[in-house]
């Protein structure tokens, strides 16, 4: 017809069953004004204005209809409240069920299939009660709720539906209890435009697109329902809030719950698991409170956060994630607490991209990979956290990532602690860092940390790696790790490593290798089973002000070409040896006390070239032990006291200069040179040695400038062939001999001080056969000099004042050549020959001795020849049982015989003689020797003016000499002495200063040629060719007049 089917009205009442109602132009069956039929177990199909319709006013129960193909909605209820539809097939409708105008009917057990736009609308604020119906295959929506309306849907079953199961909107409040929404094409719930939603204990599952979407600033509340299945995410939040709480999301092919753009809702108690993507995503400035969730099993992580997402997540359980536990980057936030995040197969926590989150008093363990991983450009916090046992590194840090990680304990993981690699620059404070497989913590690959007041200790491997990289390390707390406590290595490697405790490791203390090249200072090194610090492969370090101590291996070594400095550093108490450098390394070694070392307190060999300069060594076995071909060094200022063997000790073919060091209190030597040594020695102080004070044994040895100060047994021992240049050095108070040179020992003894030793000055032996020459002996208890067995000395221009006897030579084998030397003031004889022994004797001076000037016993081949000798107490020259020759010498005022031959067979000629005094001129006792031409002159004047004539003319060249002859119209006979005496080798003329006059001996006759007084040691006056001065005549016995004790000047 032209109207609708059927019509209830004005409060009409009655029954409309089992009637077909098609193609009306109007409604199937309307209903208003109060009426209240009852709608049952009709067909109502192809109506042109709606199958059913309610309006104001209208009331009714509709029951058990088909309705299906009307136009444009299959049931309108507007604005009724009492209204009952039940049980009804709605279907092929463009709107299948629909509440407008505030309607708040019930529709329950109703069938709506196949609609187009929506199975049941509501609109203008409709608050219907919607239970138990079955809503399959619509073209758009399950269920839309708009224009503020609410509505309370309970139970019911929405399926298929293309665009939403469920879609809320335009302000409305919806209520969602124990609904099924599945199998969507796109979405389950859509919530939008300041919309509100309530729901429990719903599921769904299955949908195309996220289960639940909400946005547009629209709230939920969810309690216990189930979100699974889902092709896309799980619930989607954009800009919106509310909370979710005791919900399980799981198995969705996406992420379980996605909260975005400035959402903040509060995801409580949910249990979120088995998600494809994540369990939780947070992004776009959202900001969710997520707490007490069980996040697990998911599939990447069990919650991301990135793009300025900042969720404040707590006392969450996120375990047994496929991938990442949490998972931070592209500029994500968030704060992390509480949480207990364990048996991830990835990281518990990653952090990339700029990200920067709080991570704070979780328990991140028993992951299969790294406990926390920072990278790319990341950052954060992470403090009081507890990492431990995870399958890989505890905290790894790479790619410029900046994180600040403080206060957390990380042990016992099956890798690294913490790994800081490829330009990162993290901060590391106050952590502790324990017992975990491999190094502790490992820095690497231009990462730039810092790292600070960390308690890293009990590592199955190192304690801490830097490697090729850098940053700053400061107060750290570094102990008993099983490997090195600290290892540094790499051409890139230059941290600063400062004010650390490193102690009780298995290893070394700090390794420091292939080329790196750091600042180490101010740290404390103890007791570890290894080196307190090993420096090799070309590394170069500054290690500075450091204690390094009690270490079993050594205190510190540097190897293999490194150089370095290693400066103001106290090392002592380590075994084995303080300081090494060996194998080529260069290193400056300055300022640094070594001490109570149970080995050499610092050795350097093998081809070593270190610069030694100011440090104090006391206390060690050896002070400084320098070893092995190639090896070099100069030791500068350096003092080496208290040792229990020697101060140093150069062998094996070293090269070493030794250089104003102060050497003294040393159980054995103080400086020892051997095995091919080759040492220069140079204005050290060397006293108080227990043996010797300098000992040369098979090397090359150079000294000058030293003092050599109360050796206990020489000053300094020359053997086994060693070669010395001995020059300017001051040997005194020694309590054996001042210098001992035996064992075919050969070189220079030059201007050297012996004085107040108490055996002898110097003693030569074993077929050695040095030069030694302008020394001075000075108050020497033993003799000045002694030659034995078989020594082959050139004794040349020395001084001799004070002690037994000024020199002795004894043995068949002993041949001596002894020129220009002044001996004088001994308690015995001048010089003394014994046992046989053989000497040339030019030129000398021997004079105030209170025993003879010159005394040879049984069996000595001696030549004396132009010497002087005078103010000899008992007498000048004594030959007993000797053979030799006694040839133009000068006597004069001896006190006993000048000349005394017993039982001798030795020549005696052309001696001049003063017989002024009261002594025989020659005793002769039986001498087989021939004796004559010995010319004696009794007055004083004449004495001189011969003597002095004879001196001059000794100095002249032979065609000079024949000149003064024929000027002097005098014959003389080959038997007159010709002055033959002088020292062919050594320049004359020398001009002393007033020291050097009183050292000699105010009490010196005149006769020896150029009236000659040798400077002291280090000061010796310019020399000049030509002819002497001619002295003026001393008083009669002048010499006798000078006290015995003059001599002494150094």
Not at 11 to 32: D, H, L, M
Not at 192 to 203: A, D, G, P, R
Not at 938 to 962: C, Q, S, W, Y
Request: proline share 3%; hydrophobic share 30%; with cysteine.
């Amino acid at each position: 017809g032209a109207g609708s089917g059927l019509v209830f009205t004005d409060g009409a009442t009655g029954i409309a069953s089992q009637n077909t109602i098609q193609g009306a132009k109007g409604c199937g069956v309307e209903i208003r004004k109060e009426a209240d039929p009852r709608v049952l177990d009709n067909i109502i199909t192809e109506c042109k204005a709606g199958g059913i319709v309610v309006s104001v006013g209208g009331m009714g129960l509709i029951s058990e209809n088909q309705v299906c193909k009307n136009h444009p909605q299959g049931v309108l209820l507007s604005g009724c409240t009492e209204v009952t539809v039940i049980k009804n097939r709605i279907m092929d409708e463009q709107w299948g069920l629909v509440f407008n105008n505030g309607a708040r009917c019930v529709a329950r057990e109703n069938l709506l299939e196949r609609c187009n736009k929506a199975a049941i609308m509501l609109t203008d604020n409709a608050d219907p009660e919607v239970a138990n119906n079955t809503i399959e295959d619509t073209q758009h929506y399950g269920v839309l709720v708009q224009a503020q309306s609410k509505g309370t849907f309970t139970e019911n079953d929405i399926a298929c539906s293309r665009a939403a199961g469920v879609r809320i909107i335009g302000e409305s409040q919806t209520v969602l209890i124990g609904n099924v929404v599945r199998d969507g094409k796109r979405l389950g719930c859509l919530v939008e435009e300041h919309s509100q939603v309530t729901m429990s204990k719903n599921q769904l599952y299955q949908n195309g697109e996220a289960a639940l979407r909400l946005t547009g600033q629209s709230r939920v509340t969810a309690e216990a329902d189930l979100v699974y299945g889902g092709f896309g995410d799980g619930i989607e939040m954009l800009n919106s809030s509310g909370t979710l709480s005791g919900l399980e999301v799981h198995r969705n092919a996406k992420s379980g719950v996605v909260v975005s753009e400035g959402s903040d809702p509060e995801i409580v108690n949910c249990d979120v698991h088995d998600n494809s993507i994540s369990g939780i995503v947070v992004l776009k400035g959202a900001h969710p409170h997520v707490h007490d969730c069980d996040l697990h099993n998911n599939e990447l992580s069990e919650l991301a956060c990135k793009e300025e997402g900042d969720p404040l997540v707590e006392d969450c359980q996120v375990h047994h994630g496929k991938r990442t536990g949490i998972a931070v980057y592209t500029n994500g936030r968030g704060r992390f607490f509480k949480n207990d995040i364990y048996s991830n197969c990835g990281p518990g926590v990653r952090v990339s991209a700029n990200a920067h989150p709080e991570v704070k008093d979780n328990t991140i363990r028993h992951g299969l990979d790294t406990g926390v991983h920072v990278f790319d450009h990341g950052k954060g916090v992470f403090e009081r956290n507890k990492i431990f046992k995870n399958g890989g590194d505890g905290v790894r840090v790479r790619s410029l990532a900046e994180p600040t990680i403080v206060n957390n304990e990380i042990e016992d993981g099956h890798a690294k602690g913490v790994f800081i690699s490829d330009q990162a620059k993290a901060v590391l404070e106050r952590n502790h860092i324990r017992r975990n497989a491999q190094a502790n913590v490992q820095v690497s690959n231009k990462a730039k940390p810092r790292i600070f007041h960390n308690h890293i200790s009990d590592g199955q491997a190192e304690g801490l790696v830097i490697s090729n990289a850098s940053g700053d390390y400061q107060y750290n707390d570094v102990k008993g790790n099983a490997g090195d406590a600290w290892r540094i290595e790499g051409k890139f490697s230059d941290p600063k490593v400062a004010s650390n405790q490193i102690h009780d490791g298995k290893g070394d203390g700090l390794h420091i290798t292939t080329e790196a090249y750091p600042e180490v200072k101010t740290n404390k090194i103890s007791a570890h089973a290894g080196l307190g610090v090993f420096v090799e492969a070309k590394a170069n370090p500054v290690v500075e002000n450091n204690e390094i101590t009690e270490n079993q291996s050594g205190g510190l070594r540097v190897a293999f070409e490194s150089t370095g400095h290693v400066r103001e550093n106290q090392i002592h108490n380590n075994r084995t040896f303080g300081l090494t450098a060996d194998t080529n390394s260069v290193p400056v070694v300055v300022r640094n006390k070594i001490n109570n070392c149970q080995g050499p307190g610092m050795i350097i060999k093998s081809g070593a070239r270190p610069q030694v300069e100011h440090n104090e060594i006391t206390a060690c076995t050896v002070g400084v032990r320098l070893s092995d071909p190639g090896t070099e060094a100069r030791v500068f200022k350096t003092s080496c006291s208290g040792t229990t063997e020697t101060g140093m000790h150069i062998t094996h073919k070293a090269r070493v200069r030794v250089e104003e060091c102060h050497l003294h209190d040393h159980s054995s030597e103080g400086l020892r040179v051997d095995k091919g040594g080759t040492a220069e020695i140079i204005k050290n102080k060397i006293r108080l040695c227990k043996n010797d004070g300098i000992v040369s044994d098979q090397a090359d040895l150079t000294m000058r400038d030293n003092t050599i100060e109360a050796s206990g047994k020489c000053g300094v021992r020359l053997t086994f062939g060693t070669h010395a240049t001995i020059t300017r050095n001051y040997i005194v108070d020694g309590h054996g001999k001042g210098v001992m040179i035996s064992s075919r020992s050969t070189g220079t003894l030059l201007q050297n001080i012996l004085e107040n030793n108490k055996l002898l000055g110097v003693e030569v032996s074993g077929e050695s056969d040095p030069l030694i020459e302008d020394n001075r002996f000075l108050k020497n208890l033993g003799p000045s000099l002694s030659v034995s067995e078989g020594g082959k000395p050139r004794i040349v221009g020395n001084h001799c004042s004070g002690g037994q006897n000024g020199m002795e030579f004894k043995g068949g084998r002993t041949n001596a050549i002894v020129t220009g030397n002044f001996v004088t003031n001994t308690k015995g004889s001048g010089l003394v020959f014994a046992d046989g022994s053989k000497a040339a004797v030019d030129d000398n001076d021997i004079a105030n001795n209170m025993g003879h000037g010159v005394r040879m016993g049984p069996g000595c081949a001696v030549t004396l020849r132009g010497n002087r000798i005078y103010s000899n107490d008992a007498g000048g020259i004594h030959s007993q049982e000797a053979e030799g020759q006694v040839l133009e010498n000068f006597l004069f005022d001896n006190s006993g015989a000048h000349i005394q031959l017993d039982e001798s067979d030795t020549k005696v000629s052309g001696n001049l003689i003063n017989t002024a005094s009261e002594s025989e001129g020659i005793q002769n006792n039986n001498n087989k020797g021939e004796v004559d031409s010995n010319p004696m002159i009794a007055d004083r004047t004449d004495f001189v003016k011969k003597m002095n004539r004879l001196l001059i003319l000794g100095h002249m060249d032979p065609e000079e000499r024949d000149e003064a002859k024929v000027e002097d119209g005098k014959k003389r006979s080959t038997n007159t002495p010709t002055g033959r005496g002088r020292v062919p080798t050594k320049p004359q003329g020398q001009k002393p200063d007033a020291k050097a006059g009183e050292a000699a001996g105010k009490g010196r006759a005149p006769g020896r040629r150029n009236s000659v007084t040798r400077a002291p040691a280090g000061r010796r006056g310019s020399q000049s060719k030509g002819k002497a001065a001619n002295p003026k005549p001393p008083a009669k016995g002048a010499p006798k007049s000078a006290p015995r004790n003059q001599g002494k000047g150094k």
